[in-house]
């Protein structure tokens, strides 16, 4: 999009936007892993582009060197890395200096983000009308709120439960992320293992122990009971399962 800015010289749009102010919202949509909240993100980012408008898309800790916003069903767009040192206020007005239209922001992974973060996400809303979609875990693998969850759910102007699409193995719905390092739960460490934030499934054949210097790390989803009990199934096909009781 090649749009031209409508005040090149000044802080662009904002000006503009006060004119007409149109009410914008902070908006977070919250759930466990697999909870299908990566689809929904595109899925609003699709439906808002349709309707003209310009839209920057926001994701944290993607390994790749493309960084993108991906979905188990297949869709993925790309991205812009953000960290916890990024300033969104400078982000977006960067994109406004160089003549490019933020109408809104599509969040991806933003249980990341600082609680100064999601104050910078209410700024843009509430001083320059830039809409917001936030989307992120609930909570971490010890059932506590990341920080940018809590202060997402303190400030938002909605906030949504995704409808639970993920089942634990016992059936029932699964609202709870377990972290499971080398087949067994563990409940403490650091909120974030770097490079392990995906949801990948165990793997399948590990044949002879050949376990490396790192241990095999991944998420699995729970209900609230099999979470306290720590049981991650019977069919439960990583390593260590035989460990379990
Ligand atoms: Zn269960």
Not at 45 to 71: E, F, K, M, V, Y
Request: glycine fraction near 8%; charge should be negative.
């Amino acid at each position: 999009m090649s749009d031209p800015a409508p005040e090149p010289t000044s802080v662009p749009a904002a000006g503009g936007r006060r004119a007409a102010p149109a009410p914008a919202h902070l908006r977070f949509f919250h759930g466990p892993m697999d909870c299908g909240k990566s689809t929904l993100a595109l899925q609003v980012d699709h439906n808002q582009s349709r309707q003209g408008r310009s839209g920057l898309r926001l994701t944290q800790g993607d390994r790749s060197t493309a960084p993108q916003i991906s979905s188990r069903v297949g869709l993925s767009r790309t991205a812009v890395e953000v960290d916890a040192g990024t300033d969104l206020l400078l982000l977006v007005r960067s994109h406004w200096a160089e003549g490019r239209r933020v109408d809104y922001l599509i969040v991806d992974e933003a249980q990341f983000l600082t609680p100064a973060q999601v104050d910078q996400l209410a700024e843009l809303v509430d001083a320059s009308h830039v809409d917001v979609y936030a989307f992120g875990l609930t909570t971490d693998f010890r059932t506590r709120l990341f920080p940018g969850t809590q202060r997402l759910l303190e400030v938002a102007d909605d906030v949504q439960r995704v409808q639970v699409e993920v089942l634990c193995w016992c059936g029932l719905p699964g609202l709870l992320n377990a972290r499971v390092v080398d087949g067994a739960m563990a409940r403490e460490g650091a909120t974030v293992v770097v490079a392990d934030t995906a949801p990948t499934p165990a793997p399948q054949e590990t044949g002879p122990d050949e376990t490396g210097p790192r241990p095999e790390v991944h998420y699995q989803v729970l209900c609230r009971r099999h979470h306290v009990l720590g049981q991650l199934g019977p069919t439960a096909a990583g390593p260590g399962q035989l460990a379990l009781p």
